[in-house]
Nanobody
Framework: QAQLMESGGASVQAGGSLSLSCVAS??????MSWFRQAPGKERERVAR???????SYADSVKGRFTISKDNAWNTLYLQMNSLKPEDTAMYYC?????????????????WGQGTQVTVSS
């Protein structure tokens, strides 16, 4: 049975760093993404990865966040630096099983339970 499990969320001060991890099991993966959702807001794609050379970031996190994975697609990472209060949200990893990776959360097949990131000013 496919499972995704995030970890690494915490409360930090602005300017700090966090590293999120997502362990995936039972899946054959070619596209994974990190999404986030703040209270009262829509779910937002933060970063996605198809391969080490194919990554994409939301404009709001470019230059501050880095997505990576291990070679076997068992673990997905999100390194978050220079955190801002507006980064506060529940962060989710998700798997897309289609042929062409997408930013549409409605098309992702598997989701983790989320990990909370809170950034205080």
């Amino acid at each position: 049975q496919a499972q995704l499990m995030e970890s690494g969320g915490a409360s930090v001060q602005a300017g700090g760093s966090l590293s999120l991890s997502c362990v995936a099991s039972g899946l054959s993966v070619s596209c994974m993404s990190w999404f986030r959702q703040a209270p009262g807001k829509e779910r937002e794609r933060v970063a996605r990865i198809v391969s080490a050379d194919s990554t994409s970031y939301a404009d709001s996190v470019k230059g501050r966040f880095t997505i990576s994975k291990d070679n076997a697609w068992n673990t997905l990472y999100l390194q978050m630096n220079s955190l801002k209060p507006e980064d506060t949200a529940m962060y989710y990893c998700a798997v897309y099983l289609g042929l062409v990776c997408t930013d549409d959360p409605g098309r992702y097949s598997y989701w983790g339970q989320g990990t909370q990131v809170t950034v205080s000013s």
